[in-house]
């Protein structure tokens, strides 16, 4: 069995808290209240994996809530010690949030050598917002990245279903990471 630790990371009132409550299945009386999150929240649970062939796994994900909030910049390092991926969360609506997106990839990812498929920008309509499902306008380096919309009002499985297959690529990286290690002690 694998352990990912993934951090949901990205603007203030992005939706990073409901996207995790979601994908963790977790559920919490809070309200339609927003409440910004207050440094991280760490949420745990168990994703079954399909694998290639016959081979299908169970993976353990920890999956960090991080507070969009620049105030806590000194925890990051921190936060990102032994993760295995990042989603970065934004409001495609928000101006400001576009411009963010690099901060975030550059503080998150560049900084930690991940690579591009350890990473995931998942563009959060709010419900009630006008979804347009095409590439918001970043800057052209993070056109490269993995992209997904997610709209829970509307089509709650298609989130849940593009971040299985982002966690199976996480699982498959883990995967390789740990072949090279245990050839690397064979010879």
Not at 66 to 81: H, V
Request: glycine share 8%; hydrophobic share 35%; proline share 5%.
């Amino acid at each position: 069995m694998f352990k990912a630790k993934l951090l949901l990371i990205g603007p203030s009132e992005s939706g990073k808290t409901v996207l995790a409550n979601f994908l963790s299945d977790t559920v919490e009386t809070v309200g339609g209240e927003y409440c910004p999150t207050q440094g991280v929240r760490i949420l745990e649970f168990e994703s079954q994996n399909e694998g290639s062939g016959d081979k299908s796994s169970t993976c353990e994900v920890e999956l960090w809530d991080c507070a969009g909030d620049f105030k806590f910049e000194s925890c990051w390092p921190a936060l990102m010690k032994d993760s295995n991926g990042v989603v970065i969360v934004f409001n495609p609506d928000m101006p400001r949030h576009l411009t963010e997106v690099e901060t975030w990839y550059s503080m998150f990812i560049s900084s930690q050598g991940l690579q591009d498929s350890q990473c995931l920008l998942m563009a959060h309509h709010k419900p009630g917002s006008g979804v347009d499902n095409g590439r918001p306008n970043l800057a052209s380096h993070l056109n490269r990245l993995p992209l997904s919309h997610s709209n829970l009002e509307e089509d709650p499985e298609d989130v849940r279903q593009g971040f299985r297959r982002y966690l199976e690529n996480i699982v498959q990286t883990l995967s390789e990471s740990r072949e090279r290690e245990e050839m690397s002690i064979i010879t």
